[in-house]
Structures are given as structure tokens and as C-alpha cells.
């Protein structure tokens, strides 16, 4: 597969993962404002974490995704397409978790000599050599 091609593959990717999120939004979040809603509510009826939740939603995605890899003649109930997709979107969905939950204070490495971190005062993006936030005027610790 060419780079082109690959691209060409991305963003059909990213166009199915979009429509799925437009079409299951709404009974998701039942008319919230926060995409996040429906893992906050199970995780309170359940008594477990937002997180948590959403580690159940991905895993069965990638499962039937592997189940895919290991039998690709094995009948599914939803395409092999939209699983990717929904991947693409629990992956987003799940690292939304991880930052309003207040964890991503920590380093997140970018490419390979590139590190970013978020200021713990408000939570803006600012390169791990910043020792004063510029967003906020808050010192990084």
C-alpha cells in the first residue's frame, strides 16, 4: 500500500468513525451536554470507575476485532469496517476519560524527542522544558 493509499484509508477510517459517533451521540449522552455521560452513569450503577467502563466498551470492540484476525469467515453482527471505527472513537473517547479525570498530569511523549506535558492549574498543553505556564502565569512543578 502506497502512502497515498494509506492516507486515502486514514481518512475513510476517521469519515466512518465520525458518522458513527453522529448517529449514537444522542442516545448516548440523552441530550447532555457531556459525550462522557453514558460511562459516568454505569459507572455510578455499577459502582465502578468511568474508566472502567469504557476499558468494557474498547475490549469488546477489539475482541471482535481479533476474533476477525483469528476467522475472518466467522459471521459478526456488526462490519469488520464499523469495528475498526469504533475503536478509533473508544480510544478518543477513552483518553477524554483520562484527562478530565485529572491523571494526564503526567508526561506524554510526542514523536521522539518531543515532550509535552499539561499545566496542573488549568490543564493547558505547554512543552515539558516550560517551568511557568504561559496560559495561566502558574509555575509548573
Not at 465502578?48 to 476485532?65: C, I, M
Not at 466467522?74 to 485529572?102: K, M
Amino acid at each position: 500500500m502506497t502512502q497515498t493509499e494509506f492516507e486515502e484509508q486514514c481518512a475513510t477510517l476517521h469519515n466512518v468513525a465520525a458518522s458513527i459517533v453522529a448517529a449514537k451521540r444522542a442516545g448516548y449522552t440523552q441530550g447532555n451536554s457531556d459525550v462522557l455521560k453514558n460511562f459516568k452513569d454505569t459507572a455510578t450503577a455499577t459502582g465502578t470507575s468511568p474508566l472502567q467502563v469504557w476499558g468494557v466498551h474498547f475490549y469488546k470492540q477489539l475482541s471482535a476485532v481479533m476474533s476477525y484476525a483469528k476467522d475472518p469467515t466467522i459471521r459478526q453482527g456488526e462490519t469488520i469496517e464499523s469495528r475498526f471505527a469504533d475503536l478509533l472513537n473508544y480510544v478518543q473517547l477513552g483518553y477524554a476519560l483520562y484527562v478530565e479525570d485529572g491523571s494526564k498530569d503526567q508526561q506524554i511523549h510526542i514523536g521522539t524527542n518531543f515532550m509535552v506535558q499539561q499545566c496542573p492549574h488549568c490543564r493547558s498543553t505547554i512543552t515539558a522544558k516550560e517551568t511557568i505556564c504561559p496560559q495561566c502565569g502558574n509555575d509548573i512543578p
